[in-house]
């Protein structure tokens, strides 16, 4: 597989084209340092993957790959993330991304770029099923809840499922007709039931479900 790498941090990008360019299967072709140039590197060398870091100066990871999936809605778009990226994670997926892993675990890397190619998406090293974003119900009722879920009230589980769409707190507030203080307090709660510390582990959690 033929793949770009960017990241604004040069030490990454540097390790990354030499763990990854010692695979057999794996050739780096072009590396970058921002959005503008996973665009630029993305239309010269037309790679299987385009491995990208989601925040960069000038302009960011998101910003590339909606261009390059704008472009080519065939792209596979890989994001290395640190785990305070957790933020844009589950934006990322929704845009079209194949998935996100963690810069440091470098090990997993390889295995996980060969998922992609298998047409997988994957998360933090780890397959899920495609997610049909547009296809989640706004309500409780509209879906099944993952066992995980189970220990939520239907409104939390509701708040839940809106995090894994996408929405931040005042498109949920606005969509399940709740204040921002309540949608923070249930955001609160799910975190405290289930044992997690972020929004995005929410997300992550009912996607896997």
């Known amino acids: 597989m033929r793949l770009i790498v960017v990241d604004d941090d040069r030490l990454v990008v540097d390790s ?3 763990i990854l360019g010692a695979q057999p299967q794996i050739e780096v072709v072009g590396t970058g340092a921002n959005g503008n140039d996973a665009v630029a590197l993305y239309a ?6 385009a491995l990208l870091d989601i925040q960069m100066p000038r302009r960011d990871g998101l910003s590339a ?10 792209a596979r778009v890989v994001f290395l993330t640190t785990f305070s990226d957790d933020e844009y994670i589950v934006s990322a997926l929704k845009l079209g991304a194949r998935g996100y892993l963690i810069k440091t675990d470098v090990a997993a890397i390889p295995p996980a770029l060969a998922q992609v190619m298998d047409g997988k998406r ?5 397959a899920i099923e495609d997610v049909d974003f547009d296809g989640m119900g706004d309500k409780t009722g509209a879906s099944r809840r993952p066992a995980a ?10 708040v839940a499922e809106l995090i894994a769409r996408g929405l931040d707190n005042k498109e949920i507030a606005a969509t399940a007709y709740m204040g921002e203080g309540t949608v923070r307090n249930h955001i609160s709660s799910i975190l405290a039931k ?3 510390r972020n929004r995005t582990q929410i997300a992550i959690a009912y996607l896997r479900g």
């Open 16 to 18: 990354l084209k030499i």
């Open 44 to 49: 010269e060398h037309a790679p299987d993957i």
């Open 65 to 74: 790959a909606r261009e390059i999936l704008e472009r080519d809605p065939a």
């Open 122 to 126: 994957m998360l933090e090293g780890k």
């Open 149 to 158: 879920f189970t220990g939520l009230t239907d409104r939390e589980f509701e």
């Open 194 to 196: 289930m044992g997690l």
